[in-house]
């Protein structure tokens, strides 16, 4: 439906009546025609939904019968100023029309001696998208203060024009002494500054390197690695502009590094293991074995000439060959004990407590209870050596091994009344513990202040498929 513009008492008889007529049918505004004393005399609308009242209760009404009173009050005060001082006046309100509450810009101007024009212009729309846009650009505002994520805006220049909170904290620098300055002057360690600055030319010319990584020191000498990535933005001119994105990756890194330390700990904890097999095989076992040889072969010798000193020898060989076979099950049990794998870690950690030289409390689950072959394997070697060393180190009366398994994690913690002061430390027995533990996703922990004991405990996550570890 159409609706024709309504246009009462605006055209008042005049040579050129045509050309008044179609400039006020131009105008989208609503205009009233209003005498100094407030009354209406005559009123243009596009529809008459714009009204406030119905069309036949416009003219001849006063502006307070029409609007609130403080409004009708600026109106008039509006108008008689206008034909007072021949200024054009305006002002702006707010009106509740049909249950919405709307925006109006007011523009009067006197058109005669005692009367005066009023344009009404209805700016909700706009006064709603400006509160809409403030909204948005408050809460980019926000996400960009408050995001973890480090943020810079540079100009072609390379210039800084902004940072963002998480940036300025984590170089100690507020943002007005980054502004004006080159992105890669500051935070950026000396020795990154040049392929950043390369790296920036690159983009420039439109060969972005993407992700980078750099290092950075702050101004209290912590340093950073940091993985850039940047976007290109138009300005508000239409030049271009950089934003930064930086990500902190410090934490993985440590973490890639320390695995990579972890690893060559047990490649070399793996080698030294191997060496000790094969001195101890040369020292013991082997030279028993060629004791035993060398014994038959002088039984045989004598066997025809002298039985009784052949059987001499024969016996010495017997023992000899004795001998290699429990240097050999020694040597066996410290790789993979037989108990274990058939038996359990319940009955493994009980025999190791049952020849330990102090009086050791088990607690764990029945031994019908399993685990995964290497978490098995770990656990019984943390306890073994925890209780190696409250042999030979700690000087304890008595310890507590507790092996118990809490929801998806198996807890294994040995404790004694020693003397404590042990460590975790790279090379020791209990740093080689920490490495095959955190090879299979766990953690180890030692607690061991002088004077109050020490306390071992290993956490093993217990997931189904599980790499073996060295042994």
């Not at 209003?34 to 005559?42: A, H, K, M, N």
């Not at 750099?214 to 101004?219: G, K, L, R, T």
């Not at 409390?361 to 190696?388: F, K």
Request: hydrophobic letters at 40%.
């Amino acid at each position: 439906m159409t609706t024709q513009p309504t246009d009462r008492g605006l055209d008042r008889s005049t040579t050129n009546e045509a050309t008044a007529r179609a400039l006020i049918a131009a105008i989208p505004d609503m205009i009233f025609r209003i005498g100094v004393d407030g009354r209406y005399r005559g009123f243009k609308v596009d529809s008459e939904a714009d009204l406030l009242t119905p069309p036949d209760e416009v003219i001849g009404r006063t502006v307070h019968e029409r609007l609130p009173p403080d409004i009708a009050e600026d109106l008039l005060a509006a108008g008689r100023r206008a034909v007072e001082e021949g200024v054009v006046a305006r002002f702006e309100y707010s009106l509740e029309l049909r249950g919405e509450l709307r925006d109006y810009e007011c523009r009067v101007v006197a058109c005669g001696p005692d009367e005066f024009v009023v344009i009404v212009r209805d700016f909700t729309e706009r006064t709603r998208q400006a509160r809409e846009l403030e909204r948005e650009r408050d809460f980019s505002y926000a996400v960009v203060r408050s995001t973890p994520s480090f943020l810079a805006l540079i100009d072609e220049e390379g210039t800084i024009i902004g940072v963002n909170r998480a940036l300025e904290q984590a170089a100690g620098l507020p943002e007005e002494e980054w502004l004006g300055r080159p992105f890669w002057e500051l935070f950026l360690a000396v020795e990154d500054r040049p392929r950043a600055r390369a790296d920036f030319d690159s983009m420039r010319r439109g060969d972005p390197p993407g992700a980078v990584e750099y290092e950075h020191v702050s101004v209290d000498g912590e340093r950073l690695v940091v993985d850039w990535t940047a976007t290109r933005v138009p300005g508000e001119a239409g030049e271009s502009r950089y934003l930064l994105c930086g990500l902190d990756v410090s934490a993985r890194k440590h973490v890639e590094d320390e695995i990579r330390r972890s690893r060559a700990r047990i490649v070399s904890a793996s080698d030294a293991e191997r060496k000790r097999l094969e001195r101890n095989l040369h020292d013991g076992a082997q030279q028993h074995l060629v004791s035993v040889s060398h014994a038959v072969h002088l039984g045989v010798r004598f066997m025809r000439t002298d039985p009784e000193k052949a059987e001499e020898h024969l016996d010495r060989a017997l023992l000899e060959l004795n001998a290699a076979h429990e240097e050999l099950r020694e040597l066996a049990r410290g790789l993979h004990p037989q108990i274990l794998t058939v038996r359990g870690l319940g009955a493994a950690v009980r025999a190791l407590a049952g020849r330990a030289p102090v009086p050791v409390t088990v607690v764990t689950t029945d031994d019908a209870q399993r685990w995964p072959a290497a978490i098995e394997s770990a656990a019984y070697y943390v306890v073994a050596e925890a209780l190696t060393n409250v042999t030979k180190y700690s000087g304890a009366t008595s310890a507590v091994v507790r092996v118990l398994q809490r929801d998806d994690l198996l807890t294994v913690e040995i404790a004694d009344d020693g003397r404590g002061g042990a460590r975790a430390t790279e090379g020791s027995g209990l740093g080689g513990l920490k490495d095959r533990v955190e090879a299979l996703d766990g953690t180890f922990r030692v607690e061991s202040r002088p004077g109050s004991g020490t306390r071992v405990r290993a956490e093993l996550p217990l997931v189904p498929e599980r790499s073996e570890v060295p042994t």
